[in-house]
């Protein structure tokens, strides 16, 4: 058995507490007595630790995959063990996913490119538009920089890497520019929300390759039933990206309450929601039925009543500049999709707008003290600038939340004004009414969360919105319209 006495002196918490030829077990004993703050330190350090060995790790993946490409045939690195490809010998090595040897092979493959080497790069960040040159190698190392630095992981850095994608001719400097942006953000974000900030970004600063990869994601749509060995019809889709949309923004309106939901509703709304908890099908059982409910209610329904009224929809969030003109692509305000502007317009023409005017932070006007609860137009307002709840790491979308006087409406004789409120899920709202914590915000700054322990920390809004309101301007077009 190996020890681990010197993997542990690595760690500050727990060096000197681990004697020699210490095992797993040993380990086990001393943090069960570690205090919380130890426990969390403890970690902390490990995840440092960890870093530097994955480091490591990834560099070994890249030599293993340069030794068993294709051209080396049965005499490669990996095919003289037993093995098909490099990403195999990784996964049986590090007792790993198969995603998980993937990654490691993509970015040692990425760190172990030369600077003006581009195809290793293309064949590894999907979707990749025009290369050149001399407009990929600046921004591939300012994310080189990053994970050598032990600023990002390996899979941040994998995130940002295929979100991004490769740049059309002549934008290397603005990918250098959302990289380096990116790699800041890390430390605060979670590898989910780092990915889809990133295809945002390629999108807002690629409109055209925005649209072209939208329409290649819609030719890529499907749907197709089968039957297994045991005589159960099964189903696959693949959805493009407003259709998932679309879907989403049914089954989360439907399924709300079972998956924590917003509690402050009227009473109407709260005993359906009791209903609806009380229900003994399981959430995957409600959402077949509502699918069914609804392929029903459209092949019964007299067309002109189901295409006149206006049905549960896709809401999008689009700046529009003080001249008048749009941004290049939309975000979806649950799930913060981009979509290209075109299908924006589309659904302006079907629902119309509600404009909502607000500031470079994207800061909305206030609405006043009228009422005790945030108006829906003030939750509109507060699901543009936030996006969804703004705890750190939380994913839930703006319709899992519930508004969040940060002064207290009694107590404090609080407003209820967009600036003063915030956007919080239910877990983290009673969480922060519960546990000690609060939050302020001087003016229409940053908001700050206050720890139990005194310790601060700033509420950042979703990424992709952040980006919304930013100051990065697109490329040039590629193309010259068609007369």
């Not at 990116?182 to 390629?202: F, H, N, Q, S, W």
């Not at 006007?365 to 307002?381: C, H, K, N, W, Y």
């Not at 967009?418 to 899920?425: E, F, K, V, Y």
Request: hydrophobic share 40%.
């Amino acid at each position: 058995m190996r020890t681990l006495d010197a993997i542990a002196a690595l760690i500050p918490t727990l060096a000197g507490r681990i004697g020699s030829g210490a095992g797993a077990s040993d380990v086990q004993v001393v943090i069960e007595g570690l205090d919380d703050a130890g426990a969390v330190a403890v970690l902390r350090e490990a995840g440092e630790v960890g870093r530097l060995v994955e480091q490591v790790q990834v560099l070994c993946a890249g030599v293993i995959a340069r030794r068993s490409t294709r051209d080396a045939g049965h005499s490669g690195l990996a095919q003289a063990r037993g093995h098909r490809s490099a990403t195999s010998l990784v996964q049986e090595l590090g007792g790993m996913t198969k995603g998980e040897a993937a990654r490691q092979v993509r970015v040692g493959e990425a760190l172990l490119e030369d600077e003006g080497d581009s195809d290793g790069a293309s064949a590894s960040a999907p979707e990749a538009g025009t290369q050149g040159e001399p407009a990929t190698t600046e921004w591939r190392e300012v994310l080189r920089d990053g994970l050598r630095s032990g600023v990002v992981t390996s899979a941040q850095f994998d995130a940002i890497r295929r979100g991004l994608g490769d740049p059309p001719d002549d934008a290397g400097d603005a990918w250098a520019h959302a990289a380096a942006q990116l790699i800041d953000e890390a430390g605060r974000r979670t590898v989910e929300e780092l990915a889809a900030a990133a295809r945002t970004i390629r999108d807002l600063l690629d409109p055209d390759g925005a649209e072209a990869r939208f329409l290649a994601r819609f030719e890529k749509r499907a749907f197709r039933t089968w039957f297994d060995q045991d005589g159960q019809r099964r189903a696959s889709i693949a959805f493009d990206d407003e259709g998932g949309a679309f879907l989403d923004t049914i089954f989360n309106a439907a399924l709300r309450p079972r998956r924590g939901g917003p509690r402050f509703v009227g009473p109407e709304e709260k005993a359906s929601a009791a209903e609806l908890s009380a229900d003994p099908r399981t959430n995957d059982q409600l959402s077949y039925d509502l699918l069914l409910d609804l392929v029903r209610a459209g092949a019964l329904a007299d067309p002109t009543a189901v295409f006149g009224t206006r049905q549960a929809g896709i809401r999008l969030v689009q700046q529009v500049a003080v001249d008048g003109s749009l941004a290049p692509v939309a975000v979806t305000e649950d799930g913060l999709t981009a979509l290209p502007a075109t299908i924006a317009e589309r659904h302006i023409c079907e629902t119309g707008t509600i404009p909502v005017t607000v500031d470079a932070c994207g800061n909305p006007l206030d609405v006043g003290r009228e009422s005790r609860l945030f108006t829906p137009t003030q939750r509109i307002a507060l699901a543009i600038r936030d996006g969804g709840c703004r705890w750190t790491g939380c994913d839930r979308p703006a319709s899992y939340c519930e508004a969040h006087h940060i002064d207290h409406w009694t107590r404090d004789h609080g407003h209820t004004n967009i600036d003063r409120g915030i956007l919080l899920c239910r877990f983290h709202h009673m969480q922060l009414h519960h546990a000690g914590w609060h939050i302020t915000r001087d003016r229409k700054h940053d908001f700050v969360l206050h720890h139990p322990d005194g310790q601060q920390s700033v509420l950042h809004p979703r990424l992709p919105l952040r980006y919304a309101w930013g100051d990065i301007d697109p490329p040039p077009k590629r193309f010259r319209p068609a007369v």
